[in-house]
């Protein structure tokens, strides 16, 4: 049996506590997509972590983590990461890292950034980690994959190729330093010695794992708005978030992923630049920013303030619709007991017409959100565990929330902490 843990929305929906948690009954956790571009924040026993690349179920001693093949994969950023961890007192964790997956190589990063330089004011806002050369490489067949990296002739020839091209654009578009064949190899081998004890046929060990009934657990990286295909190009990421490439990105059948429990945010917010048509500015905006999250919203991976805004009914139940939601896990509900009262966007205004179908990049540009205003609970609701036990207007917007969803709200996130769960 298979679940996928995804998000609904841009990103930063508390995917990371959701893994930890549900990695207490799972026996194998895979990252399926994404690099270490985006991170995670986990608050447990251990301490307070944010993890880039590793999943958010390397905690336990019981499970085994994996980088599935559809990961772009930083072989320093894995250890240097396993290494942080380890310091802080979690023990080693058991790692194996897909044969298939393919490298994120310095070359990528620098490529990241001489193209958001040379963009300047019309960038992407990219996190500048390599993720978008990295997915470019892949698709244009010249990438490196970790199996090729105990091939040395072949390898060497292929970085041949590899560097003829790339320092013709390194040269005239970004007049950068050329690339160096001996050195990429050198770095190459350095990547090798490191992942060699790690490296497995990741699909055939899943297809075992099901076989025994092992209970596997797909972490999505990002939201269904960064979505390639079904997001807001072209301010997405570069693989896809959704469950459904979990079977591709894992290397698992897609009719074994029977519970896919998508992370909706009660409130929204965004790191990078693209169309948030709930979006708030101001003290309003600060105030959510300050007390958002777990002590602010601003980037796990860059620091950057997030993008504020109310909840997008719109835009979350689509972001459920394409992942396939079969449950919601609503997060981040605590944060919201200050306020009087609650903005839902419950249409876009686009043209005059009001909509409940979240559009395409063009149209949402027109996008006006259309607001219902509930009343809010102003009491701080950390602690409870119990559904009833919680304020009547909270659960007032949960079920506002769960009607526009039209999926129903299993788990409400009510703090950080691993426990801090009320089940439904
Ligand atoms: P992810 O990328 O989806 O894993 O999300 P992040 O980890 O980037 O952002 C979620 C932030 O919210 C982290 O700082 C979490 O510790 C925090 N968080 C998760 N769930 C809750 C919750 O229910 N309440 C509060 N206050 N913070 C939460």
């Known amino acids: 049996m298979v679940t996928a843990v995804v998000g609904a929305n841009w990103g930063d929906e508390g995917k990371g506590k959701i893994t930890d948690m549900l990695g207490e009954e799972s026996d194998i956790i895979v990252r399926f997509q994404g690099g270490s571009n985006a991170g995670h924040t986990i608050v447990n026993d251990y301490g307070k972590f944010a993890l880039h690349i590793l999943p958010s179920g390397v905690f336990y001693d019981h499970t085994t983590s994996i980088i599935g093949n559809g990961v772009a994969l930083n072989i320093p950023d894995l250890f240097k990461e396993i290494q942080e961890i380890v310091e802080q007192?979690?023990?080693?964790?058991?790692?194996?890292?897909?044969?298939?997956?393919?490298?994120?190589?310095?070359?990528?990063?620098?490529?990241?950034?001489?193209?958001?330089?040379?963009?300047?004011?019309?960038s992407f806002g990219s996190t500048k980690s390599g993720i978008a050369p990295f997915y470019s490489?892949?698709?244009?067949?010249?990438?490196?994959?970790v199996s090729e990296l105990f091939d040395e002739e072949s390898l060497r020839e292929k970085v041949q190729g590899i560097c003829e091209k790339k320092n013709v654009l390194l040269e005239h578009l970004y007049h950068k330093p050329a690339l160096k064949v001996d050195e990429i190899m050198a770095t190459l081998a350095e990547y090798r010695n490191m992942v060699?004890?790690?490296?497995?046929d990741v699909s055939a060990y899943l297809y075992e794992a099901g076989k025994e009934g092992k209970r596997i657990l797909l972490e999505g990286q990002l939201g269904s708005l960064k979505d390639p295909d079904h997001g807001i190009y072209p301010m997405v990421t570069s693989s896809s978030t959704l469950a459904g490439y979990g079977a591709i990105g894992a290397g698992v059948p897609?009719?074994?992923?029977?519970?896919?429990?998508?992370?909706?945010?009660?409130?929204?917010?965004?790191?990078?630049?693209?169309?948030?048509?709930?979006?708030?500015?101001?003290?309003?905006?600060?105030?959510?920013?300050?007390?958002?999250?777990?002590?602010?919203?601003?980037?796990a991976t860059t620091g950057r303030p997030r993008r504020m805004g109310w909840f997008d009914a719109v835009a979350s139940r689509y972001g459920c619709r394409v992942q396939g939601a079969t449950e919601v896990a609503l997060t981040v509900l605590d944060v919201l007991g200050y306020l009087d009262e609650l903005p839902v966007c419950v249409g876009y205004e686009i043209d005059g017409k009001v909509t409940k179908d979240f559009p395409t990049t063009s149209q949402l540009k027109k996008a006006k959100p259309v607001y219902e205003v509930l009343p809010g609970w102003k009491t701080d609701i950390r602690g409870i565990t119990e559904y009833d036990k919680l304020p009547e207007n909270c659960r007032k917007y949960i079920e506002f929330i769960e009607k526009e969803l039209e999926v129903p709200v299993k788990m409400v996130s009510n703090g950080p902490g691993r426990h801090e769960i009320i089940h439904r």
């Open 89 to 122: 007192g979690v023990p080693m964790p058991k790692i194996k890292v897909s044969d298939r997956a393919q490298i994120v190589m310095p070359y990528h990063i620098l490529f990241d950034q001489y193209e958001e330089e040379r963009l300047a004011g019309k």
């Open 137 to 145: 490489d892949k698709y244009a067949k010249t990438g490196i994959q």
């Open 196 to 200: 060699e004890p790690y490296v497995c």
């Open 254 to 299: 897609p009719y074994e992923i029977k519970r896919i429990v998508t992370v909706v945010k009660a409130y929204s917010s965004a790191v990078g630049a693209g169309e948030f048509v709930s979006e708030i500015f101001g003290e309003e905006a600060d105030e959510l920013r300050r007390r958002g999250g777990d002590g602010g919203e601003y980037g």
